[in-house]
């Protein structure tokens, strides 16, 4: 572990007496209203959200990038990095990696991983930029390029991230393609489609049967005028294409501003193509702000949704979570933390809706106490039980703090050196 036990155990120790008075102050006011605590701290203690390795490194956008300092240099570090959210949050037990940037010997990063309690999330994989070895270029598109040797190499890319996965423990791949066009009248949108959908259709077929494909949709960028898979019709059209084991990826970034998202969660589920998600927050595009920075309340919202689908669908429906967004002014790690919480709140405070009465509020179309059901739910300050879920699993009272003081951030920047590079570069 890279923090000290024992400074997490001195952290917890100077909070236990207030979260004590906290978590009973709480469980006082939800046993009115015939909530037990304990089976919410259990299920948060359950819950998790998948980090994405290049999250851990500074974003920047198509004008620079301000590297922070103790950057991870390599995906080791990444993984390091990882570790120490799950060490804090106890709520991130999995990382998912990016080939090739995170390209290493298999073996080398399940130990590693291993190591640090991590395990293994969904394979991405990367034919939205060319890589130095690369025969053929992507600035045309690539697994609905108009060249069938650029489609191959691109569905022969994807068939690869799903062997390096095999040998990780990962059992997804996320498809995410930036093709599309810029002019109107640039690409036959329908021909374009057709040849995407081929192309898929052979990664899918390398699917191992107790693997998952997710597509994951986005309306614009790097495709300005039109992209392949824009939004989560053509998403489902190729879910549905595909199979069984194929459905649908929702990265909250990847609407149009005020798209309602959990209806589309709604309907997805309803016809079992939701995959899963890329949590992140917007203010005007795809900003890749932080979980929950902008609007709480929708991804509230989206859970609600979540929380209601798993009690109908039980079990069987266990959606892929993932964190998916840019730091470029917090320490990634700080926001990573954060942003774990802040899903997690959600997913607590959607439990709280009380969906009889909520269902009694629709049947009798009384709209006011009806949306007062939720609002009650999300105004709920669950803090004191998700601090007692980090508290039961390990984790740390408050993360941040915790992180603070550990001078993490300071040692590895010793270790790791200075990275000066000023360049542009979504990551
Ligand atoms: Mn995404």
Not at 173 to 179: A, C, N, P, Q, S
Not at 257 to 280: Q, T, W
Request: proline share 4%; with cysteine.
């Amino acid at each position: 572990m890279r923090i000290a036990p024992e400074l997490i155990e001195k952290h917890n120790q100077s909070r236990q007496a207030a979260l004590d008075a906290d978590y009973a102050a709480l469980a006082q006011y939800l046993r009115r209203h015939h909530i037990d605590i304990e089976s919410l701290t259990a299920s948060a203690a359950g819950f998790g959200v998948a980090i994405p390795s290049w999250g851990v490194g500074t974003g920047g956008t198509r004008f620079a990038r301000f590297p922070g300092v103790g950057e991870p240099r390599h995906v080791f570090d990444k993984l390091d990095d990882c570790g120490v959210i799950q060490q804090l949050t106890q709520a991130t037990p999995a990382v998912s990696l990016h080939i090739p940037w995170d390209d290493e010997d298999p073996a080398a990063l399940r130990e590693k991983a291993s190591g640090l309690g991590l395990g293994f999330d969904a394979m991405n994989s990367n034919t939205f930029q060319d890589q130095a070895e690369q025969v053929r270029s992507y600035k045309f598109g690539s697994l609905s390029h108009t060249d069938a040797a650029t489609r191959e190499q691109a569905i022969e890319h994807n068939i690869r991230c799903i062997e390096i996965g095999k040998t990780l423990g990962s059992q997804a791949l996320t498809v995410w393609v930036g093709d599309g066009s810029n002019f109107p009248g640039q690409a036959h949108m329908g021909q374009q489609f057709d040849r995407y959908l081929d192309a898929i259709k052979q990664v899918y077929a390398a699917l191992p049967d107790d693997w998952q494909l997710f597509t994951e949709h986005k309306m614009y960028e790097p495709a300005f005028y039109s992209t392949v898979v824009q939004d989560w019709g053509s998403s489902y059209l190729i879910a549905t294409e595909l199979g069984p084991k194929a459905s649908c990826l929702v990265d909250l970034g990847h609407h149009a501003p005020n798209v309602n998202i959990e209806m589309i969660v709604s309907r997805l589920a309803r016809f079992g193509k939701l995959g899963g998600f890329h949590f992140n927050d917007s203010k005007y595009g795809d900003d890749d702000l932080d979980s929950g920075a902008i609007d709480p309340y929708r991804l509230f919202l989206v859970f609600n949704e979540l929380v209601d689908i798993t009690q109908q669908q039980g079990d069987s429906f266990q959606p892929a979570y993932m964190l998916d967004q840019s730091h470029n002014v917090t320490d990634p790690i700080e926001s990573l933390i954060y942003s774990a919480i802040e899903v997690q709140r959600a997913y607590v405070q959607a439990l709280l809706v009380d969906r009889v009465a909520l269902a009694g509020y629709q049947a009798d179309n009384d709209a006011l106490m009806a949306t007062d059901t939720l609002k009650r739910a999300f105004r709920t300050n669950v803090d004191p039980i998700l601090q007692r879920a980090r508290l039961q699993c390990g984790g740390a009272v408050d993360p941040i703090v915790a992180f603070r003081e550990s001078e993490y951030r300071k040692q590895v920047s010793t270790e790791r050196p200075a990275v000066t590079s000023a360049g542009g570069g979504i990551v």
